[in-house]
């Protein structure tokens, strides 16, 4: 079979399920069905005809605007079916056609959905993040980075530093730190990923989360103060270690030797 045919099969099919993931990301903050009702558009409620719901295609062919009332279509749509479908691809190159392929598939595409739902909601949905701790541990059997042993450490160690952390920093500023949703998140990831990966993705969220801290103090001013979600964060880290953990932590480890 092609490289190629393959590279275009996994391209297209995680658009589809890009296209799924904006429902999950539209519905479930607020405790929708996610299978009812039928596409439709936000606006004007008018339901979405198949011709016009293909993934990255039609919103193009539309203009970015819906076909009845011209409402504008959130680029949102179009960037989650991309990213989608490129995450897929690039897991491809690092798993083949396999099990552990369509497993770490099914654990990026939950951490697409936290992200784009923690950045507009600020929250993450226990609907995700707890029956992902048990999924993940059974994903554990079937996956050769980490052991159903290592994954139930993971749950542990992932839910329980980021605990510590929440409730050290709730003790000393008497304001609220982490959120339960955080804990429950890093859980679920020390389950996918094992004690390491979790505590390699809270060691790269911390960083990436500081670096865009950094910039937003410069560009927004030093004494302005923001509520930035952590999951993003988070869910980055998580799927960087999932493909480089172990050479982060080597370079990390080596660094001025």
Request: hydrophobic share 55%; proline share 5%; charged share 10%.
């Amino acid at each position: 079979m092609s490289e190629w045919f393959i590279l275009l099969s996994l391209f297209i099919f995680g658009s589809i399920i890009g296209s799924f993931l904006n429902v999950c990301i539209l519905r479930i903050p607020g405790n929708m069905s996610i299978t009812y009702p039928a596409s439709h558009c936000p606006a004007c409620k008018e339901p979405i005809p198949f011709y016009f719901n293909i993934p990255l295609i039609s919103y193009i062919i539309l203009g970015a605007k819906c076909r009845y009332c011209k409402a504008p279509i959130s680029f949102q749509y179009f960037f989650v079916e991309l990213i989608t479908s490129l995450t897929f691809v690039l897991l491809y190159f690092f798993f083949g056609i396999s099990l552990p392929l369509f497993l770490a598939f099914i654990f990026s595409a939950a951490l697409i959905v936290i992200t784009f739902i923690d950045i507009e909601h600020q929250i993450i949905p226990d609907r995700i993040s707890l029956p992902g701790i048990i999924i993940c541990f059974i994903f554990s059997f079937f996956v050769p980075w980490v052991t159903p042993f290592d994954s139930a450490i993971g749950i542990l160690a992932g839910g329980g530093t980021l605990y510590i952390f929440a409730e050290g920093y709730h003790l000393l500023t008497q304001k609220e730190g982490m959120g339960g949703g955080d804990i429950k998140l890093l859980a679920m990831i020390g389950a996918f990923l094992g004690w390491k990966g979790a505590l390699t993705t809270l060691m790269l969220g911390a960083f990436i989360g500081s670096f865009i801290g950094i910039i937003l103090v410069i560009f927004k001013g030093k004494n302005t103060k923001y509520a930035i979600p952590f999951g993003p964060f988070l869910s980055t880290g998580a799927f960087l270690s999932l493909l480089w953990g172990e050479q982060i932590v080597y370079y990390y480890l080596n660094l001025g030797k």
